[in-house]
Antibody, heavy 116, light 110 residues
Framework: EVQLVESGGGLVQPGGSPRLSCAAS????????VSWVRQAPGKGLEWVSV???????FYADSVKGRFTISRDNSRNTIYLQMNSLRPEDTAVYYC??????????WGQGTMVTVSS | QTVVTQEPSFSVSPGGTVTLTCALS?????????PSWYQQTPGRPPRTLIY???SRSSGVPARFSGSILGNKAALTITGAQPDDESDYYC??????????FGPGTKVTVL
């Protein structure tokens, strides 16, 4: 079964630097592209970042320079390093496998709350 | 900045048909934007309905269909069911490695 499981969320102080993980099963992250998508409480979906199988990475303007997406093929896991967090980064963070420039499989999400 | 627009809300009767649209502020949506559609109920992750304009994701009922209508991407629900009451989001591939979601449409079935 193809599955994605996120972890690493929690309460973080402004300026904090948590790292989110997205563990994949049923497929290899090395041969696919994976995105992070977030959803602030009561708001819509916002694409955050993508890593392609060729290691190219791209970011939304709202997180460029603060977030870094990476991949560990040996662990079949995608990471999102988040730096200089702001209250507006508070959201549920989902990882999603890419397919034909869309997203097909989604994880359950991990909540990140930025507050002092 | 790329801005995507969707209708804020729609109401449809059980068994009825509703078409949701997804538009770009700056130009027409085309198949080259690879429009995709997602269904979400509160507290749950999104569920993929349609990718690459009109391809249904695995397990998605045939009453959901995607297309380009005029200058917009469209999602049509034919024969709406009570379980279809959800938020619906479109997404577009707007450039090298860049994606954008619409603000979502809340569909009520009553």
């Amino acid at each position: 079964e193809v599955q994605l499981v996120e972890s690493g969320g929690g309460l973080v102080q402004p300026g904090g630097s948590p790292r989110l993980s997205c563990a994949a099963s049923g497929f290899t992250v090395s041969g696919n592209y994976v995105s992070w998508v977030r959803q602030a409480p009561g708001k819509g979906l916002e694409w955050v970042s993508v890593i392609y199988s060729g290691d190219s990475t791209f970011y939304a303007d709202s997180v460029k320079g603060r977030f870094t997406i990476s991949r560990d093929n040996s662990r079949n896991t995608i990471y999102l390093q988040m730096n200089s967090l702001r209250p507006e980064d508070t959201a549920v963070y989902y990882c999603a496998r890419g397919m034909t420039h869309g997203f097909d499989v989604w994880g359950q999400g991990t909540m990140v709350t930025v507050s002092s | 900045q790329t801005v995507v627009t969707q209708e804020p809300s729609f109401s449809v009767s059980p068994g009825g048909t509703v078409t949701l649209t997804c538009a770009l502020s700056s130009r027409s949506v085309s198949t080259s934007d690879f429009p995709s559609w997602y269904q979400q109920t509160p507290g749950r992750p999104p569920r993929t309905l349609i990718y690459s304009t009109s391809s249904r994701s695995s397990g998605v009922p045939a009453r959901f269909s995607g297309s380009i209508l005029g200058n917009k991407a469209a999602l049509t629900i034919t024969g709406a069911q009570p379980d279809d009451e959800s938020d619906y989001y479109c997404a577009l591939f707007v450039g090298t490695g860049l994606y954008v979601f619409g603000p979502g449409t809340k569909v009520t079935v009553l």
